[in-house]
Structure formats: structure tokens, C-alpha cells
């Protein structure tokens, strides 16, 4: 394990979270003039090779986030489980994320998975309020009081992946779950900056999910090397830093998680008036105006500071920021990247300009030292023995030559994007599509 984390650090390096789904109606933190201001994926060493660039893309991250633990405590493993049925095994689990932090999880394992170790899923959920990991097996809704969200919303991804024949682990992040500190409110991270003044909660989510594939790399029935990370809102943002870190997350679909700068002030780093937590039965209960009429009840949350690194450019408009999300999305090449929103999302955080200059690195990848082999994951997936054996006995090709071309193909079909009409979801034809994609490069099937 700590091999492991130790290999994340020296090539994953470190960079933000910044967003969830939360606010999407709000104003933005920087106006369209200002957003020139932010250095771009093609402005970062143009003239020199990608590991040397992809080095800087990470000191500049890791200098707006801080950097993780240096140390990695025992998992501690409490694993229990809690119902049978309908061809699955549902089991609530907790294991140590930091020496006085545990992390909370529903792991979700059907029937088959017992037969061969198979693929799974870290399943992180979007914005609740209290529900956590409740939320993405269909158990609540937003709220632990509220019923489960019409399906068709798909708001249950841990689930229908479980039912596709995934194992998920559906986590509660830090301030909501399980994890919200019962004297505290939700989404208040006062008290995590308090612990880790030099830290963010962007962060913190970042390394339970590396936390996260540690302990699934325990289990017998799981495949450790077919491990993906998916999300919505601010679980689909949050999948991205995870894929980015952690290079043992093989392939990632990211649904609806923002990826650009465009954000209401409040929601990257503004210092909130006082760094003293809300306290439960001394402090009375406040809520947001707008995410009341928004949502239908008082949130009594937050303030939920992202990325404290970030306040200079709050501050100082005219401050250019380092790197842009297209140096995000970069950074998790060769492994599989599949990008979802809605049309006006991809519209509004500018994703097509970043998307190309992402597509770029795919496209032109060339296997380096220390860095993923898009030729040996390939070699390794389900379909390559099928794929020798029908060129040669159909097109007389040799497995060198197809060795070769792949070698020239780099990871070009490795990153792609998707959009659909509607609102802030993840619909059938979404699910279908991870499904695929899963399917494809976690090799859970072929037909």
C-alpha cells in the first residue's frame, strides 16, 4: 500500500477540486474578461516533451492544494453485512483514512462476483445534505428524511452499476454521510481547515478515494487491477482529481462535474466571517435564501470552503491563474476519461476548447517511463486475444504488426465526451453509456 501511494506522488503530483454541482445558478467569480487570464493546457511548456510538462502542470497544482499525509495508518477494516437480496450482497464498511479519521462506505457486491474477481467501482455522490452514500444505492433522497429520487433522475448509480454486474463502493465524504461530526451541520468544513490549516477539502476527498481503492485491493473477490472512480455533480468533479492522483484507477466517467473556473465566489474560497464552527444547540440554525427556494427546505449547511489556495485570485481579479482544467483532464492520460454533462453545461464551463487541447495529449501519446502504458493496458484488456486472432486469420497480420499499430494509436479513443438535452441529471441514456464505457475498459464484458 504504501508502495503504492508513494508511486502517486512522484507522478500524479497535485492539483484542485474546486467545485461540486452545489450553486449552479449562481454568479460567477470571474467575468469573461477575466477568464483570459487563466494559463491554458497549450501554454504550459509547449516546446518540450509531455513528462516534463505534465511535471509542472502538477507543482503548479500541488502548490494551490497542499500536499497529502506522509502518513498512510493501517486500514482497520470493520466490514458488516447488512441485507441479501435480489442477486446482491449489501455490506456497511469502515476503514481508517487518517490515524483519528474513518472513512464509511455501503460496498455493494452481486452474486457473480463471487465466481472470479471482477471490476469495482468507487461511487462518490453529488451534493446531499446528510444523505451521503444513502443516496447513490437509492436509500434517500437528498436528505435522510426525503424518499428516494425518482429514477429516472439516476441518482442511484451505485446501485444500477452493482446491478450491471460491478462491485461499487459508495462512499460518505468528509462533512456529510456518516461523516457529518454530530455536533457540527453539513458541509461545514471550518473544522477540517481547523485540523489542516494547509490542506483543502478537495484534497481530503482526493485521498479517501486513493484510501478507498486501498481497501477494495483487499478484497479477494475484487479484480485490483480493474478499478474505476464515477461521480455526479460533485461526485463526477470529484472522480477526475481521484483518476488524476491515484494511478491505480484504471478508467473514469465523470457526469456533470464543473470544469472550469466559473464559480460563485463563496463556493472556491472566500474566508468565511468567523473559522469557529457552527455548533449544534448553541448556535441557532441560518440558510441560504436561494438554495432554499432551490431545493425546498433550509440546508443549515456550510460554508463549505473548496480550495483556500485559490483566495488570491479571488481577491486580485487581475492575477493569472497557473492552469485551467484541460490540464485537469490531461493529467489522467492514457487511462480511459469519459466526460458527461448536459449541453448547456459543456456550453457554459467552455468545455470544447479544453476538450481539444486534452484530445491532443491522448491522441499523441507516446509511452513514457514512470507514467501508464497505453500499449500494455491494451495487451491487458478483455478482447486483445480476439483482436490477434481475428487479424491474423482474416487479414494474415502478425501480432507484431498489431503491436505496432497500437503503439501508433497512442490513447486517442481513451478520452471522449458526451451531452444530452435537459437538466442537471444523469438519465438512462447517461447510465447506458457508462455502462459501455465500464464495460470496455474495465473489461468486465465483451458481449
Request: charged fraction near 25%.
Amino acid at each position: 500500500m504504501i508502495t503504492a501511494h508513494a508511486k502517486c506522488r512522484e507522478w500524479c503530483g497535485w492539483w484542485p477540486i474546486l467545485l461540486l454541482g452545489l450553486l449552479l445558478n449562481q454568479s460567477s467569480a470571474l467575468s469573461a474578461a477575466e477568464q483570459s487570464g487563466i494559463t491554458s493546457l497549450n501554454e504550459i511548456m509547449p516546446d518540450q516533451p509531455w513528462p516534463a510538462r505534465r511535471k509542472e502542470i502538477e507543482r503548479r497544482w500541488l502548490e494551490l492544494m497542499g500536499d497529502f499525509p506522509t502518513s498512510i495508518p493501517k486500514l482497520h477494516t470493520e466490514m458488516k453485512e447488512v441485507e441479501r437480496q435480489d442477486g446482491m450482497t449489501r455490506y456497511h464498511v469502515s476503514f481508517q483514512v487518517e490515524s483519528d479519521d474513518r472513512l464509511t462506505a455501503w460496498l455493494m457486491v452481486p452474486d457473480a462476483a463471487r465466481k472470479k474477481p471482477t471490476p469495482a467501482i468507487v461511487c462518490v455522490h453529488s451534493t446531499t445534505w446528510g444523505s451521503g452514500k444513502d443516496a447513490t444505492i437509492g436509500l434517500s433522497g437528498r436528505r435522510p428524511v426525503d424518499p428516494p429520487r425518482d429514477p429516472q433522475v439516476g441518482a442511484a448509480y451505485g446501485l444500477t452499476l452493482a446491478q450491471h454486474g460491478f462491485v461499487t463502493l459508495n462512499i460518505d465524504l468528509l462533512t456529510d454521510g456518516e461523516r457529518i461530526d454530530p455536533q457540527y451541520r453539513v458541509m461545514d468544513t471550518r473544522p477540517f481547515y481547523l485540523k489542516h490549516p494547509e490542506w483543502s477539502i478537495v484534497g481530503k476527498n482526493t485521498w479517501d478515494i486513493m484510501r478507498s481503492v486501498d481497501f477494495l485491493q483487499t478484497l479477494d473477490f475484487v479484480d485490483h487491477d480493474q478499478i474505476g472512480c464515477t461521480g455526479w455533480s460533485l461526485g463526477g468533479h470529484t472522480a477526475i482529481f481521484a483518476a488524476a492522483f491515484d494511478p491505480r484507477i484504471t478508467a473514469t466517467v465523470s457526469n456533470g462535474g464543473v470544469l472550469d473556473w466559473y464559480r460563485h465566489a463563496d463556493a472556491w474560497s472566500r474566508e468565511p466571517t468567523s473559522w469557529t464552527p457552527w455548533r449544534k444547540g448553541v448556535d441557532p440554525p441560518t440558510s441560504s435564501e436561494k438554495l432554499e427556494q432551490r431545493f425546498g427546505f433550509k440546508t443549515n449547511s456550510g460554508p463549505y470552503v473548496y480550495l483556500k489556495g485559490f483566495l488570491p485570485s479571488i481577491d486580485d481579479p487581475s492575477k493569472q491563474i497557473p492552469v485551467d482544467f484541460d490540464s485537469l483532464m490531461a493529467l489522467v492520460a492514457p487511462r480511459p476519461l469519459l466526460i458527461i454533462s448536459t449541453e448547456q453545461e459543456f456550453y457554459r464551463h467552455k468545455f470544447f476548447p479544453k476538450a481539444r487541447q486534452t484530445l491532443d495529449v491522448y491522441i499523441d501519446w507516446r509511452d513514457s517511463e514512470g507514467l501508464p502504458s497505453a500499449l500494455k493496458a491494451r495487451q491487458e484488456r478483455l478482447g486483445y486475444t480476439e483482436t490477434l486472432e481475428y487479424y491474423e486469420t482474416q487479414h494474415g497480420m502478425k501480432p507484431a504488426k498489431i503491436v505496432q499499430d497500437f503503439s501508433e494509436l497512442g490513447a486517442g479513443d481513451c478520452f471522449s465526451w458526451f451531452s444530452f438535452p435537459g437538466g442537471h441529471g444523469f438519465p438512462g441514456v447517461t447510465r447506458r453509456l457508462t455502462f459501455a464505457w465500464f464495460d470496455r475498459w474495465l473489461g468486465r464484458t465483451l458481449y
